[in-house]
């Protein structure tokens, strides 16, 4: 198949094409991920869940209707189409500017970092090489992930601040000193994959994909996952990522035990429901650069790349095996992400700032130290 | 009393790091999630009723057909939160039940009013009103949520019978006394 027609069109028409593409996968992806969130809570606590809804079309299928209907699939569109038309409540004593303004925020950087992560790969036969699946295949990849994700506080500050109430602005207030605190052990957990990856010499890059390329080479060391050679980093980066992400037990802004709802309290109907897309598109960024950096990318299995297995394949399937690989991956991070949610109580406001500044933060430098030294040692001995 | 001095005991390393207690955690969850669930899916499934269960009050017949309730009126003097109302009438005198003499003309609980205590049930003579299964009234308006007398038959039917005490009067009457 010959994709060059795409890249005919003028530049105005692919941005914007790859813009609604982010949008229409994104968005009904961070949709069942919240209906996958209330049937995992349900199971967790032994209820069988959302499991009524249906669409009268689909009801006389045999079989398949009544297990979409007791899956819950079609929740999920009622839970939708509730919140377009329910009605839009502004609170009187809003700013009513800077309370449009935060669900907008929320959303922009949370959609835009879906550019800068490959989300699979293809095999090129002209050039002979692995080519990443990305939208914006940046040198700086993980970089401007951490920029553009890190400006999603503001719209929990701006939130907060703009309702005018008491409890959104507690929520905003924690949710942001806990966002910049565990930004630092993030940033630091992730150096020492960048200090393996780039070797003296070569090439320095922060690209999603050539992390990735680097753990399917050949060898014992090539073909090793990061989570396998660096556990520590993984763990810290997957700990600050709970906490990036806000998601229990690091549920500051929200804490709905004590704070209502935490920053949107004061929302309701769709401008809500651009918050939760929000946080569940962070999550499916944090899942997949977790998966990237630690988990192999679109490798199928450790020490198994995947270039060999796709290469005589025609270059779509073999494209939609490396996302297939990927987004299951990512998947499997994200049901991690709510198994951990229906498991673990909150932490206090206190224990999460002792946890990032006098645990977390030492630990990644330490970690940092160790790698830093042990690369040095292998690079020049070897 | 003994005063029991208990040790407690430094949290070792790995419980401090908190991580064995995440993991035990997620292993118990991770069993929930496959185990059957608990839940009783309501309207298609309904609960076992014990017996002895009080549910809504209705009014029953006798295995004759006949009805039970006399209109004395007790259940509504009992009635707590004063939901019933019976305006007593009489027996027509050509009907084979005629020596009862009197029978309700009208009965109404209001279900809005009703608490489900069972007084009535126990303070009637005639066992003519039952507290039975049904647990479910629902209605758009107040009105339709006051049973009237057909209603009423219509939920409570017909209970069996162990004393027959009006054909048995009856029998007494016309045959003499059968004490």
């Known amino acids: 198949m010959d994709f060059s027609f795409y890249f005919d069109l003028p530049l105005w028409l692919r941005t914007a094409l790859q813009g609604i593409a982010v ?46 209907q007791r899956l819950g699939v079609f929740q999920l569109m009622a839970d939708g189409g509730k919140f377009v038309f329910k009605e839009d409540v ?46 914006a295949n940046l040198d700086v990849g993980l970089l401007a992930v951490f920029a553009i994700s890190s400006l999603g506080v503001y719209s929990v500050i701006i939130a907060g601040w703009a309702s005018n109430s008491k409890f959104p602005f507690l929520g905003s207030v924690r949710a942001s000193a806990q966002l910049i605190s565990y ?11 960048f200090l393996w990856t780039n070797a003296p010499g070569g090439n320095g890059t922060l690209s999603l994909f050539d992390v990735v390329q680097t753990q399917s080479q050949p060898g014992f060391f090539g073909g090793m996952w990061y989570v396998f050679l660096m556990p520590l980093s993984a763990f810290i980066f997957l700990v600050a990522l709970f906490a990036e992400t806000n998601r229990q037990p690091f549920d500051m802004p929200e804490s709905e035990s004590d704070l209502v709802g ?21 999550m499916l960024v944090g899942s ?4 990237l950096l630690f988990l192999g990318g ?5 020490w198994v790349p995947l270039a060999p297995l796709i290469e005589g394949l025609p270059i779509w399937l073999g494209g939609l095996i490396g996302i297939g690989v990927f987004l299951g991956k990512v998947l499997a991070a994200i049901f991690f992400f709510m198994w951990v949610r229906w498991t673990l109580p909150r932490f206090r406001y206190d224990q999460v700032m002792k946890l990032g500044w006098q645990k977390l933060l030492p630990l990644a430098i330490a970690n940092l130290i160790f790698y830093a030294l042990a690369i040095a040692l292998i690079e020049t001995r070897g | 009393m003994a005063v029991i001095p208990l040790e407690r005991k430094p949290l ?29 899916e309501y309207p298609e ?45 009489e027996i027509a005198p050509d009907a084979p039940t005629a020596h009862v003499e009197k029978a309700p003309q009208e009965f109404e609980i209001d279900m809005l009013r009703c608490i489900y205590c069972g007084l009535c049930q126990e303070v009637c003579p005639e066992e003519a009103i039952w507290l039975q299964n049904q647990y479910t009234m629902s209605g758009y308006t107040r009105a339709e949520m006051v049973n009237n007398k057909v209603r009423l038959y219509e939920l409570g039917g017909t209970l069996p019978d162990d004393h027959f005490k009006w054909d048995k009067k009856k029998s007494a009457e016309e045959h003499g006394n059968a004490h």
């Open chain 1, 262 to 282: 935490g920053f949107h309290t004061e929302y309701g109907e769709f401008k809500w429901s651009l918050f939760f897309v929000a946080e569940y598109a962070h």
């Open chain 1, 298 to 302: 679109w490798n199928p299995l450790p």
């Open chain 1, 183 to 193: 930004e630092l052990s993030m940033t630091l957990s992730v150096l020492p994959v």
């Open chain 1, 23 to 68: 949008i229409a996968v994104i968005f009904p992806i961070s949709a069942a991920c919240s209906m996958a969130e209330r049937k995992i809570a349900a199971w967790v606590q032994g209820r069988p869940g959302p499991n009524r809804a249906i669409v009268p079309w689909v009801a006389p299928i045999p079989f398949v209707g009544r297990f979409l």
């Open chain 2, 45 to 89: 499934q309904r609960p076992e009723i014990p017996t002895g269960y009080r549910g809504v009050p209705t009014l029953v017949k006798d295995p004759n057909g006949r009805e039970k309730c006399v209109s004395c009126q007790l259940c509504e003097f009992v009635c707590p939160p004063k939901a019933i109302r019976i305006t007593p009438g």
């Open chain 1, 90 to 135: 502004i609170p009187g004593h809003v700013n009513k500017f800077y309370y449009y303004i935060a669900p907008l925020l929320a959303l922009i950087p949370a959609l835009t970092t879906v550019t800068f992560v490959p989300f699979g790969a293809y095999w090129d036969a002209a050039a002979g090489t692995l080519k990443p699946l990305i939208l």
């Open chain 1, 288 to 291: 997949g650069v977790f998966t």
């Open chain 2, 12 to 40: 070792s390393f790995a419980e401090r790091t908190y991580l064995p207690q995440i993991a035990s955690g997620l292993k118990t969850t991770l069993r929930h999630l496959f185990q059957p669930k608990e839940t009783l």
